[in-house]
Nanobody, 122 residues
Framework: VQLQASGGGLVQAGGSLRLSCAAS????????VGWFRQAPGKEREFVAK????????SYADSVKSRFTISRDNAKMTVYLQMNSLKPEDTAVYYC????????????????WGRGTLVTVSS
């Protein structure tokens, strides 16, 4: 499975962005996909995940009620809709496909795409 994140950019606080994670590989639809982010000088952290069938979405407390994860297996794409963005959301965002282990641990995700930078100005 190969993944490519896109959709990042510069936005003012309170604004919105939608990230996309485009995949290739016939087995993509069988994987749980997660979004992670890494801010400068900080460790990579879990943001959201969604099951292979679009069920069981989970979110980090810091983004709950502001971000929504979804997927379209026919288009082999997972989305992250980000609303009410805050300066602390500034980070490089990565999408990844989970192979085993905890949904919230980056070590459980074997396939990673290149990140996309989100910058939120105050």
């Amino acid at each position: 499975v190969q993944l490519q994140a896109s959709g990042g950019g510069l936005v003012q606080a309170g604004g919105s962005l939608r990230l996309s994670c485009a995949a290739s590989g016939r087995t993509f639809s069988t994987y749980t996909v997660g979004w992670f982010r890494q801010a400068p000088g900080k460790e990579r952290e879990f943001v959201a995940k969604i099951w292979w069938n679009g069920g069981s979405a989970s979110y980090a407390d810091s983004v709950k009620s502001r971000f929504t994860i979804s997927r379209d297996n026919a288009k082999m794409t997972v989305y992250l809709q980000m609303n009410s963005l805050k300066p602390e959301d500034t980070a490089v965002y990565y999408c990844a496909a989970r192979t085993s282990g905890s949904y919230f641990d980056s070590l459980s995700y074997h396939y990673w795409g290149r990140g996309t930078l989100v910058t939120v100005s105050s």
